[in-house]
């Protein structure tokens, strides 16, 4: 019903940029927040950022906070994740995610989505 296909990641060396793309179709978009997560094989999935519905606030992990940064186009139906200053632990698999329920105010918890794209690697070499 809801497809999310992620775009932008690739290999960096650390204090570079990147900025990774999420095309949604199936839900109306304006109406959900928004959030990217990251994963490591074998590790839990992390939560990197999220945007509410509205695009007025955005919450971000301590870890990325002051690199990244978390931006929707609604008329593209587009989520983005401007990514600088990159770090070697910021490599990951990075999936986009829609909300359950529409009107939300973005949560850092994946129970709280319900679609995922299939990821982008994202390689950070010191």
């Known amino acids: 019903q809801v497809h999310l296909v992620e775009s932008g990641g690739g290999l960096a060396q650390a204090g570079d940029s990147l900025r990774l793309s999420c095309a949604v179709s199936?839900?109306?978009?304006?109406?959900?927040?928004l959030a990217w997560f990251r994963q490591v094989p074998g590790k839990e999935r992390e939560f990197v950022a999220t945007?509410?519905?509205?695009?007025?606030?955005?919450y971000y992990a301590d870890s990325v906070k002051g690199r990244f940064t978390i931006s929707r186009d609604n008329d593209k139906s587009t989520l983005y994740l401007q990514m600088n200053s990159l770090k070697p632990e910021d490599t990951a698999v990075y999936s986009c995610?829609?909300?359950?329920?529409?009107?939300?105010?973005?949560?850092?918890?994946?129970?709280?989505?319900?679609?995922w794209g299939q990821g982008t690697q994202v390689a950070v070499s010191s």
């Open positions: 995610a829609v909300a359950k329920w529409p009107m939300g105010v973005g949560s850092r918890r994946q129970i709280d989505y319900d679609s």
């Open positions: 199936g839900r109306t978009f304006s109406r959900y927040s």
């Open positions: 945007i509410t519905w509205n695009g007025r606030t955005a």
